[in-house]
């Protein structure tokens, strides 16, 4: 059963930066056709970062070079590292993995291309 459990939200002042973790486990693969959501209050879940079968990230472009996605391979985390926090990134973060990608995966940034989420950790800035 694949398990995605996010860490490292928080309350940081203007620009100031944060690192989301979501460790990952019953996931049969390498940490691929995976990504990164954000749902602000009152809005739609928007994709931030996703990563194809290849490893190949593909950003929003909102993100506009302040978001970098990297994986651990030994401890089984899937990381976004965001920097300079505006406003607009006040938001709940998920973590989301599509199970099940036989002939390989787009680097989607759609909501419904995953099926298995974590609960989420939030990112405010103050």
């Known amino acids: 059963q694949v398990q995605l459990v996010e860490s490292g939200g928080g309350s940081v002042q203007a620009g100031g930066s944060l690192k989301l973790s979501c460790t990952v486990s019953?996931?049969?693969?390498?940490?691929?056709?995976m990504g990164w959501f954000r749902q602000a209050p009152g809005k739609e879940r928007e994709g931030v970062v996703a990563?194809?079968?290849?490893?190949?990230?593909t950003y929003a472009d909102f993100v506009e070079g302040r978001f970098t996605i990297s994986q651990d391979n030994a401890k089984r985390t899937l990381n976004l590292d965001i920097n300079n926090l505006d406003p607009e990134d006040t938001a709940m973060y998920y973590c989301?993995?599509?199970?099940?990608?036989?002939?390989?995966?787009?680097?989607?940034?759609?909501?419904?291309?995953?099926?298995?989420w974590g609960q989420g950790t939030q990112a405010r800035k103050t």
């Open positions: 019953g996931y049969p693969y390498s940490m691929r056709c």
């Open positions: 989301a993995a599509k199970t099940s990608w036989p002939w390989g995966c787009r680097a989607s940034l759609g909501a419904s291309d995953f099926d298995n």
């Open positions: 990563i194809d079968s290849d490893g190949d990230p």
